[in-house]
C-alpha cells in the first residue's frame, strides 16, 4: 500500500526511513523539501540519492491535492470546496476552507471534520451530523494547497467540526506548523475554537501554546444547552473554571465567539450575566453577527442591539469588539460553512 508522507511529524518519517533502511536523516531532508520547500515531487529532491528517490517512488506520495472549486466573495474572502474520499463509505465528502485577507494579515480558517458531532442548533455543518474525522494530512492540505498559501498571517480552527473531538490530528497539525522541522509559525498566529470539551482542552492548553477561542453564545446554562446541545456534557462554566487556572497575562490569548441572535441571547440580561461569568478572567469577547440562512429559523441582532451589548460589556472591563463581517454573499462565516455538494456519489 502506497503511504501518504504529508502530514507526517519527523519522529513518524524518520520511523518510516529507518524501516525502510534508509538514513535516519532522509527524514529531516523529506520535512525540508514537503514543509519548507512546499516540493511534492520525489524527483525534484535532488539531495536524496536516486536509489532512495526511486524507492520512495514505489512506495509513498506527497498527498498534495487542489481545491475543487472556489468561490470569491465582493470583500475578498475566498471559500475553497475540498473532496476528502471516504474509505468507510466510499462516497465523496466535500469540506470548505475560508480565506480571509485583511489590512495587515491574511487568515485561513481550515475544517477539521466532515460535519460535526456537537449539533449545534443554528449552524449548518452541525445539521448535517457527522461523517468522520479528517487527518492531520487532509487539514494540512488546506493550508498548503491554496494559491495564498505563503502568504497566510494567521491560521483560525473555526471551520467545519470541533476540533476537540479530533484532539490527535489537531495536534499532529500544530507540530507540523509550529516545528522548526516544519513551517515554524509561531503558537501565537493559530487560534484553536472549541465548544468546550474540557478534557481535550485541558491538554490543548497543557500540550500547546496556540491562543484558545471558546464558542459561548449564551451565558445562561439552560438557554445555551437550547441552543448548544453539548452544554449539557460540557458546561460552558466548567470550561471558565479551567481557564481560570491558566496564566492569560502574557502572549497567549483566550477569547469567547459570541454569535449575536435577535430575541435569543442579546438583551441586557444576558450581557450583565455574561460580565458575571467572565469577572476577573484576562480574555476578550468576540460579537459576530450571524449571516442569517433558508436553513435556519435564527435571525441576526441588529447593529444597535450589538452596539449596546458591546458598550454595556466594555463598561464592565471585558475587552470587547463586534467583528467584521466577511463573506456574507458566498455564506463563508462561522456555522454556515457547509459543504454543500457533501455526500455526491462519485
Ligand atoms: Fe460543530 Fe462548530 Fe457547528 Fe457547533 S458551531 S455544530 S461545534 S461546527
Redesign the pocket.
Same mark, same amino acid.
Given at each position: 500500500m502506497v503511504r501518504d508522507l504529508f502530514g507526517l511529524t519527523l519522529a513518524e518519517l524518520q520511523e518510516f526511513c529507518l524501516a525502510e533502511g534508509f538514513p535516519k536523516f532522509t527524514a529531516k531532508q523529506l520535512c525540508d523539501w514537503m514543509y519548507c520547500k512546499r516540493v511534492t515531487d520525489f524527483d525534484l529532491m535532488t539531495n536524496l540519492s536516486l536509489k532512495i528517490r526511486g524507492r520512495l517512488k514505489e512506495i509513498a506520495t506527497v498527498g498534495r491535492y487542489d481545491a475543487t472549486d472556489v468561490q470569491v466573495s465582493v470583500d475578498g474572502t475566498k471559500k475553497y470546496l475540498f473532496s476528502i474520499f471516504n474509505l468507510q463509505s466510499s462516497i465523496n465528502n466535500y469540506i470548505e476552507s475560508v480565506y480571509i485577507p485583511a489590512d495587515d494579515r491574511a487568515t485561513l480558517c481550515v475544517s477539521c471534520?466532515v460535519g460535526?458531532? *456537537? %449539533?449545534?442548533r443554528?449552524?449548518?455543518?452541525?445539521?448535517q451530523g457527522f461523517h468522520g474525522n479528517l487527518s492531520a494530512s487532509q487539514i494540512l492540505n488546506q493550508i498548503f494547497s491554496i494559491p495564498e498559501s505563503t502568504t497566510l498571517t494567521n491560521i483560525v480552527f473555526?471551520? *467545519? %467540526?470541533?476540533p476537540l473531538d479530533n484532539y490527535d490530528a489537531i495536534l499532529q497539525t500544530l507540530e507540523v506548523l509550529t516545528s522548526d522541522w516544519g513551517l515554524a509559525w509561531s503558537p501565537h498566529r493559530i487560534t484553536v475554537?472549541?465548544?468546550g470539551v474540557t478534557p481535550m482542552l485541558q491538554r490543548l492548553l497543557d500540550e500547546t501554546q496556540v491562543h484558545v477561542a471558546v464558542?459561548l453564545h449564551n451565558p445562561f446554562p439552560d438557554e445555551r444547552g437550547e441552543m448548544?446541545p453539548?452544554e449539557k456534557a460540557y458546561p460552558v462554566a466548567k470550561t471558565i473554571d479551567l481557564l481560570r487556572q491558566y496564566d492569560w497575562s502574557g502572549q497567549r490569548r483566550i477569547s469567547f465567539e459570541y454569535t449575536m441572535f435577535r430575541g435569543i441571547n442579546d438583551d441586557r440580561r444576558h450581557a450583565a450575566a455574561l460580565v458575571q461569568l467572565l469577572k476577573g478572567l484576562n480574555c476578550r469577547v468576540n460579537l459576530i453577527r450571524f449571516h442569517s440562512s433558508p436553513d435556519t429559523p435564527y435571525r441576526s441582532s441588529d447593529g444597535g442591539t450589538m452596539t449596546q451589548f458591546r458598550d454595556y460589556l466594555s463598561s464592565h472591563g471585558i475587552t470587547c469588539t463586534i467583528r467584521a463581517s466577511r463573506g456574507e454573499d458566498i455564506m463563508a462565516a462561522?456555522?454556515l460553512?457547509a459543504g454543500k455538494t457533501a455526500q455526491k456519489d462519485v
Open positions: 471534520q460535526c458531532r *456537537m %449539533g449545534c443554528f449552524c449548518v455543518t452541525g445539521q473555526m471551520g *467545519m %467540526g470541533e475554537s472549541t465548544v464558542s448548544m453539548m462561522c456555522g460553512l
